[in-house]
């Protein structure tokens, strides 16, 4: 896997210059698997979300209940390091290629995508890899 | 590919009924090509949406611009068909499995997530495969 090398401050800023952030100042983010192109989940960023994820290389999100920056994996160690960040055709969603330390989700799941029909009823097509105890201990 | 056959109503109903969808009846949704796991494009649906993309298969989604059912390529023919439709641990976002026709952007090119930073530059990194022109001419 190639390693994330952050652009120079210009194109971040013609990048950050570019994504068209909602009324709430935030923007929706889809993390994706860069290896196994597995969605891992949907989040959101702000500006400085986007700024720190950029200039570090490990991905930064905007907790909308917390209303704080949220380094991915600070308490669970569960991080996702940026390969690449993309922005789509309306500027307004962003997609970014990542790989992910362990589990995406917080109930112990790669991806949070785990609930579908299937067979006539809505079911949980992924069990948890990891228990979610462990990983969070009494901080979530 | 599989091909998707609706569930019976009952179990579409406890489907949507799971959706919490925000203050303006909406929810994000990740469109992912079921064959290649390229991510496509990012979009809404209100519950009408929902309801009718698991009734028939097809792809329907909610244009904000527009503030009506957008039925995925009724104009261009690049229409979406449903493979799986997947609920995240927060139950706010979902992810859609499905075949795409031709091109899911409406620049031409296969995914909306053309823009990255490369080299030093923000930089389109992939080309139309379609003329916009003549998927929906005089129509958008």
Not at 58 to 83: A, I, N, P
């Amino acid at each position: 896997m190639t390693s994330y090398t952050p652009p120079h401050e210009r194109a971040r800023e013609a990048f950050l210059d570019a994504v068209r952030f909602d009324r709430a100042g935030l923007v929706p983010i889809i993390a994706q698997d860069a290896a196994t192109g597995e969605v891992l989940m949907l989040a959101w960023m702000n500006r400085a979300a986007v700024e720190e994820t950029l200039a570090t290389g490990r991905v930064c999100y905007f907790s909308r209940s917390r209303g704080t920056l949220w380094r991915k994996g600070e308490t669970s160690g569960q991080v996702q390091r940026l390969v690449e960040l993309r922005l789509d055709c309306d500027r307004d969603s962003l997609l970014a290629l990542v790989e992910q330390t362990g589990v995406a989700c917080h109930t112990g799941r790669r991806s949070c995508f785990f609930t579908a029909i299937r067979d006539g009823a809505v079911t949980e097509i992924a069990a948890p890899l990891a228990d979610p105890e462990a990983l969070y201990g009494g901080a979530r």
